[in-house]
């Protein structure tokens, strides 16, 4: 191996292998292909933005032209494929961008693989997806790689359609592929919309920490250089056509994780867990909310030997610190202005 694609590099999960990956593996050369969207941000790999081994091109995954063009500039053996729209609430407000993204993006670059690659076996696409596409779990139960599919939001129905894509390529046109499937993940550099960086940050400020219906569904929660080892491990012997399912073997009620958010930045702040606890509030549920999702990971642990490194309760508290500490990334994620940077930015690259 030695030239990988990393679409979606400047996201959170991105991010951290970049991060981890870039440094380790200097015989390789890791180009991120990012559209740079709210999600998407270059701060996150200011680490090894410098490095000789890694390369950043600000192209959209829909956009053929571009796509092609970098695929005839660094003739790559691999492409792992992060890039999407990510966030479930946002797909129920407005599912079209998760289509447009998560599926055609996805069509686009497998088009690219197959034009670029003729057929030659030695290279591969691999494909990150999500859990969500199982659909919801009851009490009791694990999803494993033959669980059927049953997505209920608008992304997961959007990731589902990807991997359907993914496996497609793979029948049809002999494409040699990869795919994961991995349970809710955590750390630093995840944008402050998904639960723990939210609640995080909601705590630190006093502000109210909503909490989804009755606050009992479960979701399975893993450290993201968790998830990025497995799929570094997958890529290097995993073999070619199967699916992995990733997780933590960690299952938690949403308000057992909130609760012990509270209790982890109470004591990094020197506070009383009472007062941030009473900041909780229930509000009205997510339209179709899964109720549990848990991930039956022994195909990766038996294969490839491959199991998390970090408990909930260190990586949680690594969360907190990562949080607390920098302060200058959340300031910049959050701020109007700087989307409006990355937009005109982005116009700017495209029009010049
Ligand atoms: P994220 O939203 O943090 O990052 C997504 C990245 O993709 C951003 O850098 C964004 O700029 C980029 N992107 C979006 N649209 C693009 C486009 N059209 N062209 C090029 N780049 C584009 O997402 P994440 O949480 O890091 O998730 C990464 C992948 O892992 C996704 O495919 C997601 O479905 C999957 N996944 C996530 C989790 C999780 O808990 N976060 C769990 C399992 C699987
Ligand atoms: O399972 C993997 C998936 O995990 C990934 O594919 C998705 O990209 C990722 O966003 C995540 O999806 P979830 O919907 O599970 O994550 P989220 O952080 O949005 O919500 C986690 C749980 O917390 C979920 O049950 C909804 C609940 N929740 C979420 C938010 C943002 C709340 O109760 N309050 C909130 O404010």
Not at 43 to 59: D, T, W
Not at 82 to 100: L, M
Not at 292 to 316: C, M, N
Request: hydrophobic content about 35%; proline content about 5%.
């Amino acid at each position: 191996m030695r030239t990988i694609i990393v679409t979606g590099g400047s996201g959170f999960i991105g991010s951290n292998f970049l991060q981890r990956f870039v440094l380790r593996q200097a015989d390789v050369h890791f180009i991120n292909v990012d559209k740079l969207t709210y999600a998407g941000n270059p701060m996150s790999l200011s680490a090894i933005e410098n490095s000789e081994n890694y390369s950043f091109e600000q192209v959209d995954i829909c956009d053929s032209e571009a796509v092609t063009a970098v695929f005839q500039r660094y003739d790559p053996d691999c492409i792992l494929h992060f890039a999407a729209e990510s966030h479930v609430d946002r797909s129920i407000h407005a599912p079209r961008d998760f289509f447009t993204t998560n599926v055609g993006g996805t069509l686009n670059l497998l088009e690219c693989c197959r034009a670029h690659w003729q057929g030659d076996s030695e290279n591969f696409f691999h494909h990150v997806s999500t859990d969500e596409v199982y659909g919801s779990l009851p009490e009791d139960g694990y999803f494993t790689e033959a669980t059927p599919y049953d997505p209920s939001s608008p992304y997961s129905a959007s990731k589902a359609s990807s991997d359907h894509l993914v496996r497609a390529y793979h029948r049809t046109y002999g494409l040699a592929i990869k795919l994961t499937n991995c349970s809710n993940n955590y750390g630093p550099y995840q944008f402050p919309e998904k639960l723990i960086p939210l609640m995080i940050l909601n705590a630190v400020e006093g502000l109210p920490l909503p909490v989804y219906g009755n606050g009992k569904n479960v979701r399975d929660w893993l450290y993201v250089t968790d998830h990025c080892d497995a799929i570094w491990r997958i890529i290097q012997q995993g073999r070619v056509g199967e699916t992995y399912n990733v997780g933590g073997d960690c299952e938690k009620t949403n308000i057992d994780v909130v609760r012990a958010i509270c209790d982890g930045v109470a004591t990094a702040t020197d506070q009383e867990p009472s007062s941030l606890r009473d900041l909780i509030r229930f509000v009205p549920d997510r339209p179709g909310h899964d109720f549990r999702y848990a991930i039956d990971a022994s195909k990766v642990q038996k294969e490839l030997g491959w199991k998390p490194t970090e408990s909930f309760e260190s990586g949680l508290k690594k969360t907190v610190q990562w949080y607390l500490s920098n302060v200058d990334w959340i300031a910049k994620v959050r701020s109007g202005e700087y989307r409006e940077w990355l937009k005109s930015n982005y116009e700017e690259r495209n029009e010049g």
